[in-house]
């Protein structure tokens, strides 16, 4: 079954780029350098296959290089499912950066692991190639497209190596971030063709993929014996310009250079800059609860004064602040015994809710070794539904607890829209709501407080003629106990 595709627009987007970016410095050195060696082993079988596709090949230009293009996006969906580390991708760890989770010496040591991981990965499988001897392959044919390949990426100019290297990471790392709308692994394949199949067959220059092509035709004209130059009717002196000092200077430098503007220039800061500024003056977006109305009749013990929200709710005083740490939130909520509290800005206007819902998300996206400097705007809702202060506890409590569309199933016509044999009480005991256990209060468009299940369950706890307030289950324990 295809898990569909979810996305809330753009600045979701950004949000799921922010998180795998943040991801990136998180990993141990040991971790990223064996992770990125594995990428460069990808991008490198990735490259074998291009050149068993196109050599030979009668199918024209164009058709030639689609085919090889589409063989060569191997690399890349073995990457992203493979959970490797590529250089061409990590650069858009720059949004890290400009959200001040890592400090600049942490973003180059986060790029130079991964780079020379992608190195060594790509350079151990040039070995592997070599020993097995499939430069030979075809009547050496194989051998002399690798040769050709490399010599053509060494005679770019500088300024044309460096573009080359802009429009292939361009392309990488939209394939990348196209990946962050599904969690459906073969959605995720899929998605990362086309794009790559467009950089390899016009021509676009990648650098983990050059670290693996152009040793490999050094190491051809190195190490190939005299049998196949005659069978290839060439010479070694014919390549003598694939060396190591034109490889570094006219093609590596520009071309990771090129590769880091692409990708972490035009997509990474390009949409950081496009929709960050939106987001730094987001406020929630607040629903007033309507509340149904309740019939009851009133107990001795208690009042219609005494059933009021703002009788019951705690204060506003444990709102936080969305400048404020996680860590330092979770400690407030502990002392106010909440599961989640209201947001407020530095003017005290209501802009999201923060719970330890987000939390034990955030937890699990980063392998439970959290960011302590993540704050409480970084994992709140926007989306806040609210009670009003002169609103009934009973209104509340029926809200929180009963869903007429469950008990009472007709259309607004009055048609029966389901059939059931329970008696509503029944279905009432069996339905399952999802709604929140805690609502800020308001009065007059202002933040007064927040009231939460137990404070409804207190108030509420007089009509059974018990006085005592619900205790924690801890405390409960503790009165036994004594």
């Known amino acids: 079954m295809v898990t569909p595709i979810h996305t809330d627009g753009p ?49 024209g230009w164009g058709l030639t290089r689609l085919m090889g293009g589409l063989a060569f996006s191997m690399g890349l969906i073995l990457v992203v499912l493979g959970g490797a580390e590529l250089f061409t991708s990590t650069v858009l760890s720059m949004l890290a950066r400009a959200n001040g989770k890592i400090s600049t010496r942490n973003l180059l040591y986060t790029w130079a692991r991964v780079y020379i991981g992608n190195l060594c990965g790509a350079l151990l499988l040039v070995l592997i190639v070599m020993a097995a001897g499939l430069y030979q392959l075809d009547d050496g044919q194989w051998g002399l497209n690798a040769l050709h390949v490399a010599q053509h990426k060494l005679h770019h100019s500088w300024l044309q190596a460096f573009s080359l290297g802009v429009l292939c990471n361009l392309l990488v790392c939209l394939a990348i971030w196209m990946t962050f709308t599904s969690q459906n692994p073969l959605t995720k394949a899929v998605m990362v063709i086309l794009p790559v199949a467009m950089f390899v067959s016009t021509g676009f220059e990648h650098s983990v993929a050059n670290m693996f092509m152009v040793p490999l035709g050094m190491s051809i004209a190195t190490f190939a014996p005299d049998s196949f130059w005659q069978a290839v009717g060439s010479s070694p002196a014919a390549f003598s ?36 500024p939106e987001r730094e003056h987001k406020t929630a977006h607040i629903s007033a609860l309507t509340l149904p109305s309740a019939n009851y009749s009133e107990r ?4 219609q004064e005494t059933l009021t929200i703002e009788k019951n709710m705690k204060p506003v005083h444990c ?156 405390a409960k324990e503790g009165l036994v106990s004594a």
């Open 319 to 474: 709102a936080l602040q969305s400048h404020q740490f996680v860590a330092d939130a979770l400690e407030q909520l502990n002392r106010y015994q909440l599961q989640g509290a209201p947001v407020v800005d530095k003017q005290n206007e209501l802009v999201g809710f923060f719970s330890v819902q987000d939390v034990f998300v955030d937890l699990w996206w980063n392998d439970y070794q959290p960011d302590m400097d993540t704050k409480v705007e970084d994992l709140m809702r926007t989306e806040v539904q609210t009670v009003e202060a002169d609103q009934s506890v009973i209104e509340l409590a029926q809200y929180m607890s009963i869903d007429n569309q469950v008990l009472y199933p007709v259309s607004d016509a009055g048609i029966a829209t389901r059939f059931t044999t329970q008696s509503a009480l029944e279905r009432a005991k069996t339905q399952t709501l999802s709604r929140p256990y805690i609502y800020p209060v308001m009065r007059d468009e202002r933040l007064v407080g927040v009231i939460s299940r137990s404070d409804v369950v207190r108030a509420l706890a007089p009509l059974y003629g018990n006085a005592m307030d619900i205790l924690p289950a801890d």
């Open 300 to 303: 001795p013990t208690m009042t």
């Open 11 to 59: 600045a979701a987007l950004l949000v799921q780029a922010e998180q795998y970016a943040e991801s990136k410095p998180r990993k141990s050195t040991r971790m990223a350098v064996g992770l990125a060696m594995m990428a460069g082993l990808f991008i490198g079988l990735a490259f074998v296959f291009y050149l068993t596709v196109t050599t030979g090949s009668t199918a």
């Open 241 to 276: 310009d694939v060396n190591l000092i034109q490889f570094i200077s006219a093609n590596l430098i520009p071309v990771t250079l090129g590769n880091i503007v692409g990708g972490a220039g035009l997509v990474g800061m390009g949409y950081w800059l496009i929709i960050n």
